[in-house]
């Protein structure tokens, strides 16, 4: 028995030998620990911390670091950060065989427990949206006029010459409008118009994003994603509407028009066919791909357009000068998009209200898949995580003037020279501008999303006065892990313009 002892005490003190060592030579080790010890043990408080106010821990080492590396616990991982222009542009710059954007998002939102395989082998779904998708968007942009007009009128609902203020939760009813106005040039008509699908449209993207933070350690999520995968269920439920859609375009069967001439059809859904049939994709997997488009569409713009929206309300004087720019924009051009270009106030607002409540903290996430240094002399092992300091580097004043207040027309009021001033548009990127990450990996959907944020915003300030309630003062945003979103339940109250009004209607 003494043996038996001496033998598990000796094969313990081996195990913790090893650990210590393993931790003492970790290249991880050398780089700066923001919210807590990096000690074995003490780590895992450190998560926990993490978890309760991850801007607080954030803001702390951007402060104690700038333009530097540190790190930050998670309960399974260390998570790299950096800051400064010029680690920025080196994240930028190192290809996916040093520092993978795919890998690392992938990782991040657990993809892998909660995706087919073959949807992130070729993620040709996002070449799509890039490139044929993209050059699609100026013949797209009248169906998403239409659409807005009719999804804005069916969910805010006011009579004209009413005095009487409706009061309207914000977020939902985005978030129901996003999707409809994305599934039209998703799916087209009539299934962008169908309720239940929409439904599933929008479950689909807050499902993905419970999973994201819901702060489940990696690996128990695969577990638990084999017994409960709520992406796949609302997969199938969609299946049940495309099913029939799909396999009638791969039949061959062609549409006609209003005037009986064959239609082609030039939506979302179309173009992942015309690269998924040669392929022999099951029916599912291109769902899963069309789905995954779509939780970027929602999820994104619905929290910008909210944060935009209760911005407004609370500054209702911006109200005049921005539909005195719409007006005179869809006057001299309709609802184009060269008039959407001209709306320079509005695309201001736009880049502000993203700089200033963000997505989310973090940004431009990478995955280490080899050894490697950064140009500090910071050592990355295989393997690691490698984010920006999206928020706090927003809200530095040392690169942006008062960066700690919300100015909607900031960019609109900037003189750049000739040629330059594509630089300060809502889409642009910059290495301390980055809500849509930098460079070549930049969110390839932010075009469309940049003309539907447009389209809707406008469409609601002519037609709409709006203010909020009670005191007057926006609920402030709340902080899940690494996201960031408008207050839950927020308000806005809508009534009817008595003059003007949408002058394209």
Not at 254 to 276: C, M, S, T, W, Y
Not at 285 to 297: D, G, S
Not at 473 to 484: E, S, Y
Request: with cysteine; hydrophobic share 40%; aromatic share 8%.
């Amino acid at each position: 028995m003494d043996d038996y002892k001496q033998l598990i005490f000796a094969c313990l003190a081996a195990g913790i030998a090893t650990y210590a060592v393993r931790w003492y030579t970790d290249p991880l080790r050398a780089i700066p620990t923001v919210g807590g010890s990096s000690l074995p043990g003490l780590s895992w408080l450190a998560a926990l911390r993490m978890l309760r106010n991850c801007r607080a821990v954030l803001e702390e080492g951007y402060g104690k670091y700038p333009e530097q590396t540190f790190k930050l616990p998670a309960l399974d991982r260390w998570m790299v950060v950096v800051s400064g222009r010029e680690l920025v542009e080196e994240l930028r710059k190192r290809g996916d065989d040093e520092l993978s954007q795919p890998e690392g998002a992938q990782e991040t939102l657990q993809f892998k427990y909660l995706f087919e395989p073959s949807v992130f082998r070729d993620e040709y779904h996002v070449d799509v949206v890039k490139g044929r998708f993209t050059r699609r968007l100026p013949a797209m942009l009248p169906d998403v006029v239409d659409e807005v007009k009719a999804a804005v009128k069916d969910h805010i609902v006011t009579r004209l010459g009413d005095d009487e203020w409706t009061s309207v939760e914000v977020m939902p009813v985005m978030q129901n409008i996003i999707a409809r106005v994305s599934s039209r040039v998703f799916v087209g008509l009539p299934l962008c118009r169908n309720e239940e699908y929409l439904r599933v449209a929008v479950d689909f993207t807050v499902d993905v994003m419970k999973t994201c933070v819901g702060g489940i350690h990696r690996r128990a999520y695969r577990i638990v994603a084999r017994f409960y995968n709520m992406v796949k269920r609302d997969t199938e439920r969609a299946v049940a509407f495309l099913r029939p859609i799909i396999e009638e375009r791969q039949r061959g069967g062609v549409e006609l028009d209003e005037d009986g001439k064959p239609h082609r059809q030039n939506d979302l859904l179309q173009f992942i066919l015309d690269k998924a049939t040669p392929k022999h994709e099951p029916v599912f997997t291109i769902v899963q791909r069309l789905m995954t488009v779509n939780f970027a569409a929602i999820h994104t713009s619905s929290n910008t357009i909210t944060h935009a929206l209760t911005r407004l309300a609370e500054q209702p004087e911006l109200l005049t000068p921005l539909r005195d720019e719409i007006e005179g924009s869809i006057a001299a051009d309709g609802w184009t998009p060269a008039a959407l270009a001209n709306m320079q106030k509005l695309d201001s607002l736009l880049r502000e209200t993203l700089r200033f409540h963000g997505i989310g903290l973090l940004s431009m996430v990478r995955k280490a898949m080899k050894d490697l240094t950064l140009r500090d002399g910071t050592r990355i092992p295989r393997g690691t995580l490698v984010e920006v300091a999206a928020y706090p580097m927003h809200h530095d004043s040392a690169l942006l003037e008062r960066a700690d207040a919300f100015d909607a027309f900031r960019y609109a009021r900037k003189h750049m020279p000739a040629g330059e001033g594509a630089r300060l548009l809502f889409t642009a990127t910059s290495p301390e501008y980055v809500p849509f990450g930098h460079g070549r990996h930049a969110c390839p959907g932010r075009y469309f999303a940049s003309s539907q944020l447009k389209a809707i915003l406008a469409h609601v300030i002519l037609s709409y006065d709006i203010k909020l309630g009670g005191d007057g003062v926006r609920a402030t945003d709340v902080f899940v892990a690494m996201g960031v979103l408008p207050a839950p339940q927020s308000r806005v109250l809508f009534r009817a313009r008595k003059r003007g009004g949408d002058p394209g209607q």
